[in-house]
């Protein structure tokens, strides 16, 4: 059995290792490092791919996170509404603005913002929430949108992990995941289902005024050289990050596809286990069926329960399999976001799930040999324990 990867970028890139180099020497041919022509085919190509009008890169998902607030025009005060169980980047770009970040609970199934805490937490001074596609399915857009009519307030999208992943609403209508709310960021670190070979991130939006808002932020506030129209940054995916992602792209569908028939067998093997929670999905199906797409399992999550997380996760270590604890701190309690506003009565989801979630490698490259070895040795151990 070859050695098992938390994320096999090796074995991926050897698939694609002559397009990605001629790719990638064309750029270095060419000179055009920043902003050259693999960055504008890399953006129309996504564009085509989302069905979305305006892709707007930039250098890495916080970034991406950051500007789309830039562009709403949110002001220092203005409160924003995001899961507390989630990355850290999240709530840390609310921070750096100087918004109010509203920390709520999530689902428990899911993992995903809790549309209830979101209704609670919602007052005159609230200007945008964040839901993330924690994991990599939707959040509960269609409730969230609503909310965002009902009460005048944006919706931005962290869909960092949740790329290619759709949505199906009431109505039985499919939306990619990043197309539905008023903007949204996404990453492309090496590890996400479509990333790149270092930083990199985008932002979507249908808006035409906040994406040429947000075409000027991310370059310095310049649409014209020298001429500063609006307050920017230096935020720009350059042009060998975007000759890998344009290499990558067409392969998107099939690493998705490969990441579910890798949960699907991870869910079999675990399927009744009383100490084993699987993943589960918006539609029911718990990523079992063939035909399911709102989930493309940037992660695959268990949850432990009448067992010790923290102790079969050195087990694996022991047995050189790797695994990751996303997260282990909520981040109500992270040091840097602390506030007096919060109790631990409104966090019980999120404070019962970093004491049982574990997740386990899932990559396009996991074969039968290796996920049979996972999944007998994490069953072995929680029997035991």
């Not at 938390?6 to 060419?30: C, F, H, P, R, T």
């Not at 830039?70 to 203005?78: Q, S, T």
């Not at 850290?88 to 805490?117: G, K, R």
């Amino acid at each position: 059995m070859k050695k098992i990867q938390m994320v096999d970028l090796k074995g991926q890139y050897a698939d694609i290792k002559s397009v990605v180099n001629d790719s990638i020497q064309e750029v270095i041919e060419n000179t055009t490092f920043i902003n050259g022509p693999k960055v504008h085919e890399f953006q129309k190509n996504l564009e085509t791919y989302l069905g979305i009008k305006h892709v707007i890169p930039c250098a890495n998902g916080t970034d991406a996170l950051q500007i789309a607030m830039m562009g709403l025009g949110l002001k220092p005060g203005d409160e924003v509404i995001t899961a507390d169980f989630t990355f850290a980047a999240t709530v840390e770009v609310i921070a750096l603005l100087n918004l109010t970040p509203v920390l709520v609970d999530v689902d428990p199934d899911t993992f995903n913002i809790d549309i209830e805490a979101v209704k609670k937490a919602i007052t005159p001074k609230t200007k945008a929430i964040v839901p993330v596609h924690l994991f990599g399915q939707c959040a509960n857009m269609e409730a969230l949108m609503a909310l965002a009519k009902a009460h005048d307030i944006y919706i931005i999208e962290d869909n960092a992990q949740g790329i290619g992943a759709k949505y199906t609403n009431s109505k039985g209508e499919k939306a990619m995941s990043g197309t539905i709310g008023h903007v949204a960021s996404t990453s492309f670190f090496p590890s996400k289902n479509l990333g790149c070979y270092g930083d990199g991130g985008a932002i979507f939006t249908n808006d035409d005024d906040l994406a040429h808002k947000l075409r000027g932020i991310v370059n310095h506030g310049m649409y014209e050289r020298y001429h500063h129209d609006v307050v920017g940054v230096n935020s720009r995916l350059d042009s060998i990050q975007a000759a890998v992602l344009d290499a990558k792209l067409p392969h998107l569908d099939h690493y998705n596809n490969a990441r579910r028939s890798a949960a699907r067998k991870y869910n079999k093997a675990f399927t009744n286990h009383p100490k084993i929670t699987t993943p589960k999905t918006v539609n029911g199906c718990e990523g079992i069926c063939d035909t399911c797409d709102c989930h493309v399992f940037h992660q695959y999550t268990l949850k432990i329960e009448h067992s010790n997380r923290d102790a079969l996760a050195k087990h694996l270590n022991e047995k050189e399999i790797p695994c990751g604890v996303y997260y282990p701190i909520p981040l109500h309690k992270q040091k840097a976001y602390i506030d007096s506003r919060y109790q631990e009565a409104h966090f019980k989801v999120t404070n019962q799930l970093v004491q049982e979630v574990i997740s386990l490698p899932m990559h396009t490259e996991l074969d039968d040999e290796q996920i049979e070895f996972i999944t007998k040795t994490v069953i072995d151990f929680v029997d035991k324990k």
